[in-house]
């Protein structure tokens, strides 16, 4: 089915290891964002992008790199996890005046 | 400075009657948008309604409709005969500006609880 679909949904993986987190959406959107669910919270953006090959940070991207070299495509690396960093990850996509952001399923990242 | 703020951590309400969950903001950009998403057990956001601040009238989608009071900076989620399966958490997100490429910042969110 068309939408926007993020692998894998479950990962545990340990402190140092990099991890990539992967962003599908079949929409052409423009703009691409990952976000971070934490308790206490709400949902923090960690990159956006506006278009392929342009992304810039947002409020908490210490320790993420991001890439989008691809419009459909916008994965997201943690290159040396740390236990700070075990939070659900969401991928969303938009386009548009209003610009509504359509969320995948999340991904629950576990570092150990 | 929180942009979002959501008051309630959790809210109650039976079956079949209307709730409202709280919702201000802060922004002194003239023009944003105001967004509410439902993310149900199962972890997945739903948008629900957008409101922009030009919009003269009051957001509506259904059961849902946004009580939008610009003079006191709220927006506030209104949802009618409640139902079982609106039991979730509610954020109150906002988008400022129109070249923020659709950034959102969020509320911490209220938890619904719908009673039979």
């Known amino acids: 089915d068309a939408g926007i679909t993020q692998s894998p949904r479950y990962k545990i993986t340990e402190t140092g290891r990099q991890v990539t987190l992967m962003c599908h959406q079949t929409?052409?959107?423009?703009?691409m964002f990952w976000y971070r669910q934490d308790l206490g919270h709400g949902l923090r953006l960690i990159y956006y992008?506006?278009?392929?090959?342009?992304?810039d940070k947002g409020e908490v991207s210490d320790g993420y790199v991001v890439s989008r070299s691809k419009t459909e495509n916008f994965p997201l690396t943690l290159e040396s996890a740390t236990r700070s960093q075990t939070s659900v990850y969401f991928c969303?996509?938009?386009?548009?005046?209003?610009?509504?952001?359509?969320f995948g399923a999340g991904t629950r990242l576990s570092v150990l | 400075a929180q942009k979002i703020t959501q008051t309630q951590p959790g809210m109650f309400v039976q079956e079949k009657e209307a709730v409202t969950l709280d919702c201000t903001y802060d922004t002194s950009d003239p023009s944003y948008g105001l967004f509410w998403y439902k993310q149900p057990s199962s972890g997945e956001m739903i948008f629900l309604i957008y409101?922009?601040?030009?919009?003269?009238q009051n957001a509506t989608e259904g059961r849902y409709s946004l009580n939008f009071q610009k003079a006191r900076k709220s927006a506030n989620l209104v949802i009618s005969a409640s139902q079982l399966g609106d039991s979730a958490m509610y954020f109150c997100?906002?988008?400022?500006?129109?070249?923020?490429?659709?950034?959102?910042?969020f509320g911490q969110g209220t938890i619904l609880t719908v009673h039979p």
């Open positions: 992008s506006a278009a392929a090959d342009i992304t």
């Open positions: 929409w052409s959107h423009s703009y």
């Open positions: 409101q922009g601040s030009y919009d003269q």
């Open positions: 969303a996509s938009s386009e548009g005046l209003v610009n509504i952001q359509y």
């Open positions: 997100a906002m988008r400022e500006g129109l070249t923020s490429y659709g950034k959102l910042t």
